[in-house]
Nanobody
């Protein structure tokens, strides 16, 4: 059973940056494609970035050029570096495996506001 723990969220002004972390335990995630999801208030959860086991990345258009997903296989952790944040980036951020989802973690709240 994989447990996912997201951290690193907070309140930031527009244009600011945050780095999210997703620590996995209970199984090695090295060989899995992993993704970061965002659930904005009143909206469905959406996949915003994913990274394969060979570090190939994909981003939804709204975050391209601003977000960077990475992974540290030694630490069994996936990261999301978020720069040039906008109010539309506000939401709860979760990580998971896009194919065959694990149980969801608690997520980490990101609020972009002046």
């Amino acid at each position: 059973q994989v447990q996912l723990v997201e951290s690193g969220g907070g309140l930031v002004q527009p244009g600011g940056s945050l780095r999210l972390s997703c620590a996995a335990s209970g199984s090695i995630i090295t060989y899995y494609t992993m993704g970061w999801y965002r659930q904005a208030p009143g909206k469905q959860r959406e996949l915003v970035a994913r990274i394969t086991s060979s570090a190939t990345t994909y981003y939804v258009d709204s975050v391209k050029g601003r977000f960077t997903i990475s992974r540290d296989n030694v630490k069994n952790t996936v990261y999301l570096q978020m720069n040039s944040l906008k109010p539309d980036d506000t939401g709860v951020y979760y990580c998971n495996r896009p194919i065959a989802l694990f149980d969801w973690g608690q997520g980490t709240q990101v609020t972009v506001s002046s």
